[in-house]
């Protein structure tokens, strides 16, 4: 059963940046779903549009669908009841995110007493479970953040994330600030709890090695779209698009000497998402990239079984079976989707005349043919302004589970 169903999700902030640009992504109970991507790609405006926590004035389209209900279109009343309830967020930065002059178990029990309508002594008893269920006695409920190291104030954030028995957990950058041993733990003890109690889950991370090892599929963005999506180990391991590939490249792999010694990075920067290059937004850092894709956009395409990726060089396997049951993820629009807008390139099959060396990896075939034309990933014009939901809103939830991310045009 899906459980998050996003379609054609575009957010616009109030300066112009165009932070998400048309994102599908499909999630069933009980999977997990890692969402990976430079800083400034877009992943936490995308958690955070999920929600409905986006800051007043920013312009947001597209559907997100919880367990069949459009968040966009809920009442202001309904969001609150759903936050929560049906969906709940971790923030990346535990410290900041608590209330440095309260007791943590006194945060806990705040959504319990106004989402569950719990008694005082009702909303204690369920903390001191909470606060045992992410690995800490109960009587640490009586600390304030301070008296508590960084991992034990992930461990609260995650304990209040699931206070009021969330469907979808989002989980951004859930253990950057954490050193290793206790990001570990932490990880492991995410992917315990949505086993054991069926939520699904978005994990966001800029680190694809962590995601791999904890989520079964895997979507890569890049300028606010998703650049390719697949099973998370194929798409570590052997990624197709080459904005994928340069990320995975970045992180040293255990066992590999090579990528130990010599971490490949990518150079540049990531695009300014208020004045994106034309076409395909990763030519200007693209290491093959062809003369077409200053002009032509890219909409995710077949790449394989369960897989798909937004290049011009990747084409389809005449053997890729689709996926039945799971429609493919694309953020593209095929053209004549209610979605569609017109592409940014003129319209014509792409011409690879030139390139700067070959794509090394399987499926990548420069001259063949090319994106259909008009796909792109724009969706409809924005269709309401989230600052309804009024700033500094509270995190609380949307759950979901990860499934086969995203959706054939
Ligand atoms: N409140 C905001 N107002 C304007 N632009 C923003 C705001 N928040 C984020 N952005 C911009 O949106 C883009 C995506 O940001 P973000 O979603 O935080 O990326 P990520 O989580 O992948 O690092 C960035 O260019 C960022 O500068
Ligand atoms: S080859 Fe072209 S379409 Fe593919 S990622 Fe590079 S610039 Fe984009
Ligand atoms: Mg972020």
Redesign the pocket.
Known sequence: MTLLDVRGLTVT???G?N?VRGVDLRLDAGRKLGVA?E???????LALALLRLL?AGTRVGGEILLDGEDVLAMKWGRVRAVRWAGASIVFQGAMHSLNPVRRVGDQIAEPVLLHRRATPAGARRRTGELLEQVGLPAARGSAYPHELSGGQRQRVMIAMALACGPRLIVADEPTTALDVMIQAQILRLIERLVTDQDVGLIMISHDLAVLAGTCDRLAVMYAGRVVEEGPARQVYEAAQHPYARALSAAFPRIGDPASRFAPRGLPGDPPD?SALPSGCAFHPRCPVVLDSCAVQDQALRPAGPHRHAACVRVTPEPSDPGEPGHPPPTTGDSPGSPRSTPAEGPGSPPQPTSTRGPMPGAGATPGEPGPQPGATAEGPGPRRHAGADGPGAEAGGTGGGVEEGFRRP
């Open positions: 902030y109030p300066g940046a932070a991507g800083s400034g790609c877009g992943k936490s405006t800051p998402p």
